[in-house]
């Protein structure tokens, strides 16, 4: 059964650092770009951060450059989103998300059910 379950998230002041683990099983890990995305109250849900497959390219929304890192560990079935610099408005439920267009067009998205983050003082 495809699972993908969201650690680490938690308060955290102004400044402050965290780091979040997605653990991957049940596809081919290493076959599926990966993808944090985050969404606050009244908000629609927004890319983060995204790595391709093999880890070889990174994405990252402006708001987030320079102080969000993502990296994955094929070996672990893992993906990380290390955030640093954290701000108030980083606040929102964080999601792992995994993706793979076959080479017949059929997509393929597994979501993770996510993980608070909350930046406050």
């Known amino acids: 059964q495809v699972q993908l379950v969201e650690s680490g998230g938690g308060l955290v002041q102004p400044g402050g650092s965290l780091r979040l683990s997605c653990a991957a099983s049940?596809?081919?890990?290493?076959?599926?770009?990966m993808s944090w995305y985050r969404q606050a109250p009244g908000k629609e849900r927004e890319l983060v951060a995204a790595?391709?497959?093999?880890?070889?390219?990174?994405n990252y929304a402006d708001s987030v450059k320079g102080r969000f890192t993502i990296s994955r560990d094929n070996a672990k079935n893992t993906v990380y989103l290390q955030m640093n610099s954290l701000k108030p408005e980083d606040t929102a439920v964080y999601y792992c998300?995994?993706?793979?267009?076959?080479?017949?067009?059929?997509?393929?998205?597994?979501w993770g059910q996510g993980t608070q983050v909350t930046v406050s003082s």
């Open positions: 998300n995994a993706a793979r267009r076959a080479l017949s067009r059929h997509e393929y998205n597994y």
């Open positions: 049940g596809f081919t890990f290493s076959s599926y770009a």
């Open positions: 790595i391709t497959s093999a880890g070889g390219s990174t």
